[in-house]
DNA sequence: TCTGCACTTTACGTTAACGTAAACTTGGCG
DNA sequence: CGCCAAGTTTACGTTAACGTAAAGTGCAGA
């Protein structure tokens, strides 16, 4: 299904500064960084994924709107709707302005969030499992073929 | 999303036999146990997912069907789509009869799967590393707010 | 100035994965 | 027998997550 591991790494001009650059990118930048189409990130700020900045009409992604980005992709990688992905990326930001219903309320979330990464964390492990089973079944079939054919 | 994460254990009836006990369940009874829709039952068989038995129009389910359909759902959480599934299902059971070539493909397959899963697991790691940063963010957040209240 | 390219908005189309409704059998049981 | 609950088929509806096409804007370079 999706294969993008990582941000195809688009080779930092040799600016040998730290960490935050204050580095902006197109939106045909980022489409690119990681494989997906300018529509698709589009999509996501209309879905309040995003929201980047305006120079007249043209959208302007700082460092923010990438680890968004980032964080959207994994999410989906993980079988999350999009929905589910704002709630958490709004926790990630609407904190500093929190009264203590919210953060508590966000604390909640958290905790359910982690107890479904738990459940998927199962799931994998019954899946290798399966695959393990699976190969093994299809190595020793193969072997047997082996035997008769040689023998 | 999904809540259930197991099948409801559908209390058996105290039948002291061992585990092949030849079961067999109507579509109700398999629906109930794994809090789904016949009709999505139903649809996993349109998709070749399922392949029940047929007792002149209805569907009869053993324990073959139940494990099938449960790694169906557990593909689904791992967001899996259904064709997906389906060809990881068929090479579990279209094993006995795979000539060499058909077998050295499933290896193939199995691997690439293994790997999906193994990002998988990263992705996961790398959320739950989110999350953590989020709540201890919120947890200081939340400490701060007391001790202006308080003092 | 014209051209081309990247960006924009608007809007309709598409696919997967079911939901929902209608109309039809079928096996028990009071 | 009559009826109900649980099963069936057929078919149209719905939602999420984009794809795709049309038509316009803005600007750098020949």
């Known amino acids: 299904m999706p294969k993008?591991?990582?941000e195809a790494?688009?080779?930092?001009?040799a600016t040998g500064a730290l960490k935050p650059q204050r580095r902006t990118y197109s939106i045909g930048e980022l489409s690119r960084l990681f494989e997906v189409t300018p529509r698709t990130i589009r999509f996501y700020e209309q879905e309040?994924?995003?929201?980047?900045e305006r120079r007249g009409q043209t959208r302007i992604y700082h460092e923010k709107d990438r680890?968004?980005?980032k964080l959207t992709l994994r999410g989906k990688r993980l079988g999350f709707t999009l929905a589910e992905i704002r709630e958490v990326i709004e926790l990630y930001?609407?904190?500093p302005d929190g009264n203590a219903r919210q953060l508590q309320r966000m604390l909640e979330i958290l905790s359910a969030k982690r107890a479904e990464m738990q459940a998927r964390l199962e799931?994998?492990?019954l899946m290798q499992q399966e695959l393990d089973e699976?190969?093994?079944r299809?190595?020793?079939v193969l072997e047997q073929l082996d035997r008769h054919d040689v023998t």
Do not use: K, T
Request: charged content about 25%; overall charge positive.
């Open 48 to 52: 309040g994924l995003l929201a980047p």
């Open 9 to 13: 790494m688009a080779s930092p001009p």
């Open 123 to 125: 799931d994998i492990r």
């Open 138 to 140: 299809c190595r020793s």
């Open 67 to 69: 680890v968004r980005l």
């Open 134 to 136: 699976v190969e093994s």
């Open 4 to 6: 993008p591991r990582q």
């Open 93 to 95: 930001d609407a904190m």
